[in-house]
């Protein structure tokens, strides 16, 4: 297959790879909800959606791979991501490996166009995948009713969100207000002194992945003099996790505001 990549060019990939290790989480769960998870020899450690990936074999991290078990691997194609994941996707070409680094998304439609891209690669049949998640997407079309949102992602520290996210970009689908929409940018430390002179009317707070945080993020709100304002605490790498089930973050999202507008 050739494909022309924005920033590596011109590229001869594998048609229909048989053996792919998929080191970015988003492009993992990605093939199997296509069909392929048979066509996966390895993962990364970050890798664990669906249960099934987690019998993989890990080859590398978000950032290194372990090249002894590369080589064992013999991958006919390696899937990574962009940003983050680029030096890492250099050197597995400078190595050469056939590499293909799938696109951040700029929103939510481009988890869909992402899955068929992801599709073409390895000539998996992507449209009642996308069909699904597009009808869901399309429900969930001005839930939201204006509500000013603040999100937080703990990455290693408070991080929140500015309009070039995918995340701003999925609130805006909704019907939701970004506090900090008027920012030129996708992620950011916040001055958390004047998050509540943003006026959120709802807290989005999500813990590191695994953390067990329901209780702790409520205490740790309620330290920051925040406790007023209503919080939907996620199970941790939920929101921040740019694959298919996305979708199934923002749907929880809806159900919990739509909780809380039917109670009140």
Known sequence: ???????????????????????????????????????L????????????ARQLPVAGNYTK??????ERLR??????TTGVQN?????????????????????????????????DLLRLGATPLVDGLARRLLRLRGVG????????????????????????????????????????????A???GEVLNLRPDLIVYEPKPWAAAGGRAAAMLAERGWGAVPAYVTPGDYLAHYGPSLIEALEALARFIKGRRGSS
């Not at 020899?41 to 099934?52: L, M, T």
């Not at 791979?65 to 590369?70: I, P, S, T, Y």
Request: glycine share 10%.
């Open 145 to 188: 009713q204006g509500l000013p949102v603040y999100v937080e992602l703990d990455l290693g520290g408070p991080v929140t969100i500015g309009r070039a996210s995918y995340l701003a970009a999925a609130l805006r689908w909704m019907g939701m207000a970004n506090v900090y929409d008027h920012e030129p940018q996708a992620y950011f």
């Open 65 to 70: 791979a372990r090249w002894q078990l590369l």
């Open 75 to 80: 991958p006919e194609l390696i899937l990574t």
């Open 87 to 119: 030096p890492l996707t250099l050197e597995l070409r400078r190595r050469a490996y056939a590499v293909f680094p799938v696109p951040l998304p700029h929103s939510p439609w481009g988890v869909l166009e992402n899955a068929v891209l992801i599709g």
């Open 41 to 52: 020899v390895g993962r990364s450690s970050f890798c664990y959606r669906p249960d099934a």
């Open 1 to 39: 297959m050739r494909i022309v990549h924005e920033w590596l060019g011109d590229l001869e990939l594998p048609d229909a790879p048989g053996r792919v290790v998929s080191l970015a989480p988003n492009a993992t769960e990605t093939v199997f909800l296509l069909g392929g998870g048979e066509r």
């Open 190 to 192: 916040p001055d958390l």
